[in-house]
T-cell receptor, first 116, second 117 residues
Framework: GDSVTQMEGPVTLSEEAFLTINCTYT??????LFWYVQYPGEGLQLLLK?????DKGSNKGFEATYRKETTSFHLEKGSVQVSDSAVYFC???????????????FGTGTRLTIIP | GAGVSQSPSNKVTEKGKDVELRCDPI?????LYWYRQSLGQGLEFLIY????????KSGLPSDRFSAERTGGSVSTLTIQRTQQEDSAVYLC???????????????FGNGTRLTVT
């Protein structure tokens, strides 16, 4: 079945450091890939997505590129801020592709803490 | 309302009791999901409702779990004869349609933290 494996946390970085959170996936077909973020005290929200190979999703300075050859969707940011402290979830969906239903399969989440 | 609303925000119950968790999705959203987040675990899919279609119940862990969605809006997740391993945060999400190529991101509520003692 589908699965998502992401970097275990917690991750602690200094402000302005470079961030990478690794994510790899296993899927039956050609899924869409997502990063969701959960800020303290808030519900999960979509950060970025990519729907086909070589697509790059980007938002709020974060980027992730859909790499079919390595089945990866690593999250990166060049210079993190204290406000980026949150839990980040990688996810996939095979919705609309005939291989599965409309649900998202999530990774375990990575807690990121940025120190001033 | 502006977002997905879940109630109660916290629930403590004794082992063996039944509990009901409520979810009010964003108005107009036809898709509704329940997920469970256990300590140290990822989000575990439980059930999915889409319009008038039969729900996808493939993620429900046992027959003690059930969910309904009345009138295509509010949903209730019921856990009968609760066990300690049911302790988790139960998250509800809604979207306009599916999550794939249809540009319909999931909007999550803040969850209900269930503790079974």
């Amino acid at each position: 079945g589908d699965s998502v494996t992401q970097m275990e946390g917690p991750v602690t970085l200094s402000e302005e450091a470079f961030l990478t959170i690794n994510c790899t996936y296993t899927a039956t077909g050609y899924p869409s890939l997502f990063w969701y973020v959960q800020y303290p005290g808030e519900g999960l929200q979509l950060l970025l997505k990519a729907t086909k190979a070589d697509d790059k999703g980007s938002n709020k300075g974060f980027e992730a590129t859909y790499r079919k050859e390595t089945t990866s969707f690593h999250l990166e940011k060049g210079s993190v801020q204290v406000s980026d402290s949150a839990v980040y979830f990688c996810a996939l969906s095979e919705a609309g592709r005939g291989f599965g239903n409309e649900k998202l399969t999530f990774g375990t989440g990575t807690r990121l803490t940025i120190i001033p | 309302g502006a977002g997905v609303s879940q109630s109660p925000s916290n629930k403590v119950t004794e082992k063996g009791k039944d509990v009901e968790l409520r979810c009010d999705p964003i108005s107009g959203h036809t898709a509704l999901y329940w997920y469970r987040q256990s300590l140290g675990q990822g989000l575990e899919f439980l059930i999915y409702f889409q319009g008038n279609s039969a729900p996808d119940k493939s993620g429900l862990p046992s027959d003690r779990f059930s969910a309904e969605r009345t009138g295509g809006s509010v949903s209730t997740l019921t856990i009968q004869r609760t066990q300690q391993e049911d302790s988790a945060v139960y998250l509800c999400a809604s979207s306009l349609e599916g999550t794939g190529v249809l540009n319909s991101p999931l909007h999550f509520g803040n969850g209900t933290r269930l503790t079974v003692t």
